[in-house]
């Protein structure tokens, strides 16, 4: 039996030294990739948002009125469908006393836009400090909401904003919607009236 020649020592160790980062190399790239799927997790997109039924938070508009003052809320909307659409506004709360809209609903047609003007009235009596806030609701091809903040103060501070919403219809299914969830804009109906073409 012949023997080979002796291998130099020097030679081995870069050898081993190789085969072991080629054995380690599945288990890196494994481990790599489940870092990225976890990282990704929180940031692709991947939580499930408010539901479907529920009106899309437009902005928030934070007022300071002094006691029988006055301020404007001025509601931009844009009908980006190619439909005419009846849209409407309206409020909720304790703040809907003091509110009053011009107008209260019109017809939008294909990519019009138009502004709702909400007028603010503190009543004199309402001491300072008071602070009162509740959603102004725009119902239009989706559902929309601006939250109204509004504080009394001695002396009138901020009693203008403006809110710009576009009202589009969605016609994008997410790995999140459910079968319940309408896709197409909302029944057009004039307020006060009963069915469709009411």
Same mark, same amino acid.
């Given at each position: 039996m012949m023997k080979g020649?002796?291998?130099?020592?020097?030679?081995?160790?870069?050898?081993? *030294?190789?085969?072991?980062?080629?054995?380690?190399?599945?288990?890196?790239? #494994? =481990?790599? +990739? %489940?870092? $990225?799927?976890?990282?990704?997790?929180?940031?692709?997109?991947?939580?499930?948002?408010?539901?479907?039924?529920?009106?899309?938070?437009?902005?928030?508009?934070?007022?300071?009125?002094?006691?029988?003052?006055?301020?404007?809320?001025?509601?931009?909307?844009?009908?980006?469908?190619? *439909?005419?659409?009846?849209?409407?506004?309206?409020?909720?709360?304790?703040? #809907? =006393?003091? +509110? %009053?809209? $011009?107008?209260t609903a019109l017809v939008l047609d294909p990519q019009e836009s138009a502004t709702f003007l909400v007028t603010v009235h503190v009543p004199d009596k309402v001491p300072i400090g008071q602070r009162l806030s509740a959603p102004l609701i725009v119902r239009g091809c989706n559902n929309h909401f601006v939250r109204l903040e509004v504080l009394v103060t001695d002396c009138a501070g901020r009693t203008c904003c403006d809110v710009a919403i576009d009202d589009c219809p969605d016609h994008v299914h997410h790995w999140y919607d459910h079968f319940y969830c309408p896709r197409p804009c909302l029944n057009p109906r004039l307020p006060g009236t009963v069915g469709r073409d009411g």
């Open positions: 020649a002796p291998i130099d020592s020097s030679l081995r160790r870069p050898v081993g *030294g190789a085969l072991g980062a080629l054995l380690e190399t599945p288990l890196r790239v #494994a =481990a790599t +990739l %489940t870092e $990225t799927a976890v990282s990704r997790a929180g940031s692709c997109g991947c939580e499930v948002p408010p539901p479907c039924w529920e009106p899309r938070h437009a902005g928030t508009c934070r007022l300071e009125v002094p006691p029988g003052g006055t301020a404007t809320v001025r509601v931009h909307v844009a009908n980006c469908g190619w *439909g005419r659409q009846v849209v409407a506004v309206t409020a909720l709360g304790k703040l #809907a =006393a003091w +509110l %009053t809209f $011009t107008p």
